[in-house]
């Protein structure tokens, strides 16, 4: 009899291990739980995140549905006026900033967008070349002198074409508040310095740059060394949404429940991005009752 009570109490605390594992009592859906997915996932996304996408939550994201991750980087601003131009088709739209999706947003912009969840952000920073001749000023004086000094080669992002390029050009004029330095921004801006976001990282990592203005994920990614922007403060705030007409809707709607799911926030986190509460702008019931429950929306 005891050899059977010790048996009955293995076996119950099996299940119990188990029930813990999924994070559920039974006949519960696991909150880590993936849905399966099929077929070719196509995602356009702000190239900051080239190197996570690719590396990271697409091979994950096919391992762990069955379906075919295909991304496209580019500047989230470019990416937006090809999807309402017709030049590309996507199941997801992932930008670097909010605004970008009212290019996508109602009648008069196509209806390609109708709603879009923000849930990351990174700072700006400045990387730099470790074998740069401006290395060392960069380690130990503010930032703001050493762009202004003769022959350095500065990278940025178009600022009509993606919100980094917009971010850096602000960083550039509010410095000149803050830093009391009145015509630092055009002592430092030319138009030379401007490159796709897709090649900045390649180009300074060649030895063509001596800095570039990155978010902080994308240069901790690549192994570039950064400097902080001290007191101005400005960052990516990266949004996802699904785009209206996709080739494949369904395997769209896997491909956020992982981004945004557990396994997805712990990329976002191991990768430098800050995490955010999920806020949803726009249409709230265009949103799929497969991705509410994830997105704590009733």
């Keep these: 009899m005891a050899r059977m009570r010790g048996a009955w109490w293995a076996s119950a605390l099996v299940v119990m291990l188990v029930l813990a594992a999924c994070g559920g009592t039974a006949g519960s859906p696991s909150p880590t739980s993936v849905p399966r997915a099929s077929g070719t996932v196509s995602v356009l996304y702000a190239a900051s995140l080239l190197d996570l996408m690719e590396k990271e939550v697409g091979p994950r994201f096919e391992a762990a549905t069955g379906a075919h991750f295909e991304g496209y980087a580019g500047g989230s601003q470019a990416l937006a006026n090809q999807i309402k131009g017709g030049v590309r088709r996507a199941d997801v739209f992932i930008s670097a900033a909010p605004s970008v999706n009212a290019l996508l947003e109602g009648a008069a912009n196509g209806n390609w967008v109708s709603w879009y969840v923000e849930f990351a952000k990174a700072p700006l920073v400045i990387g730099y070349d470790p074998s740069s001749r401006f290395a060392a000023a960069l380690r130990k004086q503010p930032w703001y002198e050493v762009l202004t000094e003769p022959g350095i080669r500065i990278g940025r992002t178009d600022p009509a074409l993606d919100p980094k390029g917009k971010l850096t050009v602000q960083a550039l004029e509010e410095a000149q508040t803050v830093y009391h330095r009145p015509g630092l921004a055009a002592q430092i801006e030319n138009s030379s310095q401007v ?104």
């Design 195 to 298: 490159f796709p976001e897709e090649d900045l990282v390649g180009r300074l990592e060649a030895g063509q740059l001596d800095v570039g203005f990155f978010y902080s994920n994308e240069a901790k990614e690549a192994g570039i060394p950064t400097v902080g922007l001290g007191k101005v403060s400005l960052g990516a705030q990266f949004t996802a949404t699904l785009v209206r007409d996709a080739p494949n809707p369904s395997g769209g709607v896997a491909f956020l429940d992982y981004l945004l799911g557990t396994k997805g926030r712990a990329i976002l986190l191991q990768q430098g991005l800050t995490v955010l509460p999920y806020r949803v702008s726009g249409q709230h019931s265009a949103v799929p009752k497969s991705l509410r429950a994830v997105l704590g929306l009733s």
